[in-house]
């Protein structure tokens, strides 16, 4: 009992944290409303298919085909989240998955519409049928959390046993990263896998000063076996345990050592996992399976370089410290800056300790090998991890998660070598105040808000509506008004935009009778030919309310933001379009005025005036960059209205970027829905005559194209994409943005309606 309390007051700091973590990872899954956190609702479909494989239990066969690509997964962490909820059929889980068919997946938006699914008392406390098994996993989840902050903490001690604040800065930069806490608070399994990797690396870090023995070696083995039985990427710790073993062996000058040991880790792993390889080499032809999961998602196209993949590294880092809900719901930028600061001081402080070690190697040569293995862990997982990402579009920020130790403790490590050492208890303070600060206000500031439903309007707020309306829309729902920042008159004025510009507007809207069904709201910006400019479509309330839930009599507020693309032509006269329709038939509402009379199926409010921006040297100025080669920069159409059988006159404007070796050629295609060509011109730039070859840097070139429509061409909007290849490749140029990010590889330009 005694040694028990001398134990806890020896390390009362990483009680502190732990608890602190513990709750805060609670708090997390507590306010993330049920699947809204990435691939959980794969990942719970997957468990309750695993579960009823093995017989625990009946499955409705709606939930087990909702495992998607999770399917594929290696199955460790499944299997223990089917034994621990076992008594969870998910009879309830149909019900409860209501969707938000407008649901901006993984994009932030200015207006929200982030969730997934329709949220309702259901999910609430106390928690029965789905929501009590959800919230058990998620419970396991942050049980795993909270080991792998403890482990964190032992694997600094074992590197540096004299410098316990060390290990404290490093546990809680650990705990109190908000995407860690955000995942442990969630069904997921990067938390299995990455408690399994942080303790093959606590196991490991010993041996580079101790000989290896046989029962480290299948432990280690058999550790990595359960890892890389949760997760594919955890095969990467392989090449790590080997590398220490190679360096335990180096030390005992024993080559037979090397492979005694080696052979045992290596036949410890595969008679842990190996099955699962031989399974998926007979059923897929692929021992990880990778690529049956890969053919489920959306590949790149096309798929980036070396130097574009490392131009998204800021997505990478948003997605590391803090992105919620489904890759929608970020942080705010100066909380992103000061953790990325804190990153690049610990980056320094580290090649400043790897200098000094080595330096003085003779007498900090453990310390400075435990570090290097520490830093190859991420290393090689973030090597692994491109190969992944270039593939398929993704945040690979969490998928690190699995080197959080050695990162937590690198990052502390290299934070301390910027301060005398004296000063380390002062900095683990500072460190862990400042990151639990952030991470105990994020849920509040950000995930809460992003899913909170919109409190109905009050009298007086209702009269002191701008712009006021009273239109009906299939006398159920009422348009009371609207709002704009620069409109706030009784009359409207003209509103003036310019290409690239955000226009934010505020309905305000009010039921009639209760609804049965779900309505959507569209807002269109129409151009002159009636061609939508810009558009948002939504559920009411920011996307968490949906007309059926309503009362009748409550009025919300509800604000759409509509972004006019680059291309937009201009100059050109608009008008704000608005109505409500059911999604499942597209089928509109009429609209009535506030007399009774007729206004159609929506209701026009307000005229926007588009104009070009100042200053430009071409038309329509626009900046796309072709692979640092060309540049469109500017567009212009003798007209945007047809018959069929016209000619629409295109002229491109073009930027030579450098000396361009290749003869590029360009196409200009007039596109109807589902990329349908229905007049096309492939030529190199200028009929020919001036070849991209002859280009010298800085020269502009004005070039033409007749797109010819065909007399069959049906009525409709059409858009005009634009593009350059090598003919005798056929690969397209890739697109890319001031940044270096890969943007695609055509640009459409402003729609033209075939009449």
């Known amino acids: 009992m005694n040694w028990g309390l001398r134990t806890i007051k020896q390390h009362l700091g990483i009680v502190v944290i732990l608890a602190a973590f513990f709750a805060l990872g609670i708090t997390y899954s507590v306010i993330t409303p049920l699947f809204e956190a990435p691939d959980e609702l794969q990942h719970y479909a997957r468990i309750k298919r695993l579960a009823e494989a093995i017989g625990l239990l009946d499955l409705d066969p709606t939930v087990s085909q909702l495992a998607h690509q999770e399917r594929y997964q290696q199955p460790l962490y499944h299997l223990l989240g089917a034994l621990a909820t076992f008594w969870d059929n998910a009879s309830d889980m149909p019900r409860l998955l209501w969707f938000n068919p407008h649901a901006d997946i993984g994009v932030a938006k200015a207006d929200g519409n982030v969730n997934l699914l329709i949220h309702t008392s259901a999910e609430n406390f106390p928690y029965r049928g789905t929501a009590l098994g959800v919230h058990a996993l998620r419970f396991l989840s942050v049980?795993?959390?909270?080991?792998?902050?403890?482990?964190?903490?032992?694997?600094?001690?074992e590197i540096f046993p004299q410098r316990q604040y060390l290990a404290l800065g490093a546990a809680a930069i650990n705990a109190f990263i908000p995407q860690f806490l955000f995942i442990s608070g969630a069904i997921n399994n990067d938390n299995l896998v990455t408690i399994l990797s942080s303790i093959v690396l606590w196991l490991l870090i010993p041996l580079v000063e101790t000989p290896i023995s046989m029962g480290r070696s299948v432990l280690v083995g058999v550790i990595i076996g359960l890892a890389t039985l949760t997760k594919v990427n955890a095969l990467g710790l392989l090449p790590l345990a080997v590398l220490v073993v190679a360096i335990s062996s180096y030390r005992q000058h024993s080559v037979k050592l090397f492979i005694s040991r080696t052979a045992l880790l290596l036949a410890a792993t595969a008679l842990v996992s190996?099955?699962?390889?031989?399974?998926?080499?007979?059923?897929?032809?692929?021992?990880?399976?990778?690529?049956?999961?890969?053919?489920?998602?959306?590949?790149?196209?096309?798929q980036p370089t070396l130097r574009q993949f490392m131009a998204e590294w800021g997505d990478y880092s948003h997605s590391f410290w803090g992105l919620f809900g489904l890759g929608n719901v970020p942080l705010g930028d100066t909380v992103y800056r000061i953790l990325d600061i804190l990153a690049l001081l610990g980056a320094l402080g580290i090649l400043i300790f790897l200098i000094r070690a080595w330096q003085e190697r003779k007498a900090n040569d453990e310390a400075l090998i435990k570090v290097l293995v520490l830093l190859a862990w991420p290393i090689i997982l973030f090597g692994s991890l491109m190969s992944w990402a270039i593939r398929i579009l993704t945040s690979i920020g969490r998928?690190?998660?699995?080197?959080?130790?050695?990162?937590?403790?690198?990052?502390?490590?290299?934070?301390?070598?910027?301060?005398?050492?004296?000063?380390?208890?002062?900095?683990?303070?500072?460190?862990?105040?400042?990151?639990?600060?952030?991470?105990?206000?994020?849920?509040?500031?950000?995930?809460?808000?992003?899913?909170?439903?919109?409190?109905?309007?009050?009298?007086?707020?209702?009269?002191?509506?701008?712009?006021?309306?009273?239109?009906?829309?299939?006398?159920?729902?009422?348009?009371?008004?609207?709002?704009?920042?620069?409109?706030?008159?009784?009359?409207?004025?003209?509103?003036?935009?310019?290409?690239?510009?955000?226009?934010?507007?505020?309905?305000?809207?009010?039921?009639?009778?209760?609804?049965n069904q779900d309505y959507s709201v569209f807002v269109h910006l129409l151009d002159e030919n009636e061609l939508i400019v810009a558009q948002r479509d939504m559920y009411p309330g920011q996307g968490l309310y949906p007309t059926s839930l309503w009362s009748a009599g409550d009025a919300i507020a509800n604000r759409y933001v509509l972004i006019l693309?680059?291309?937009?032509?201009?100059?050109?006269?608009?008008?704000?379009?608005?109505?409500?329709?059911?999604?499942?038939?597209?089928?509109?509402?009429?609209?009535?005025?506030?007399?009774?009379?007729?206004?159609?199926?929506?209701?026009?409010?307000?005229?926007?005036?588009?104009?070009?921006?100042a200053g430009a040297e071409v038309p329509n100025p626009v900046n796309f960059n072709f692979e640092n080669r060309i540049a469109l920069i500017g567009?212009?159409?003798?007209r945007r209205c047809a018959s069929p059988g016209e000619t629409i006159h295109l002229t491109l404007y073009w930027r030579a970027l450098t000396e361009v070796k290749e003869d590029y050629v360009v196409f200009v295609h007039l596109l109807r829905r589902k990329d349908q060509i229905w007049a096309r011109v492939d030529s190199q730039p200028l009929d020919g005559a001036v070849p991209t070859s002859t280009w010298q840097l800085g020269q502009i070139f004005e070039d033409s194209y007749d797109l010819i429509t065909k007399p069959d061409t049906p009525p409709g909007a059409y858009e005009i994409e634009v593009g350059l290849y090598l003919p005798q490749a056929g690969k397209r140029l890739s697109i890319l943005s001031p940044d270096g990010r890969l943007l695609g590889d055509r640009i459409l330009l402003s729609k033209v309606r075939v009449k």
């Open 143 to 157: 049980l795993m959390g909270t080991g792998t902050v403890l482990i964190t903490y032992l694997i600094a001690l």
């Open 274 to 302: 190996g099955w699962r390889f031989v399974r998926n080499w007979q059923l897929y032809g692929d021992p990880t399976a990778l690529q049956m999961f890969l053919n489920t998602l959306a590949p790149r196209h096309p």
């Open 399 to 515: 998928f690190l998660f699995p080197a959080i130790s050695a990162f937590s403790i690198l990052v502390f490590l290299g934070l301390s070598q910027l301060v005398p050492q004296r000063y380390t208890k002062i900095l683990t303070c500072l460190i862990a105040g400042l990151m639990f600060v952030i991470a105990a206000v994020a849920p509040f500031r950000y995930i809460a808000p992003a899913y909170a439903k919109p409190h109905p309007l009050s009298s007086e707020e209702i009269e002191a509506i701008p712009n006021r309306l009273d239109i009906s829309f299939g006398g159920v729902m009422k348009l009371l008004g609207y709002d704009l920042p620069v409109s706030n008159t009784q009359y409207p004025i003209s509103t003036t935009l310019t290409p690239g510009d955000a226009l934010t507007l505020t309905l305000y809207w009010q039921p009639l009778a209760k609804m």
């Open 565 to 613: 693309p680059e291309t937009a032509f201009a100059p050109n006269q608009a008008q704000l379009e608005v109505g409500l329709y059911d999604f499942a038939t597209g089928e509109r509402l009429l609209a009535y005025g506030p007399h009774g009379e007729f206004l159609g199926d929506n209701a026009r409010l307000h005229e926007i005036k588009i104009l070009s921006r």
């Open 635 to 638: 567009y212009d159409m003798d």
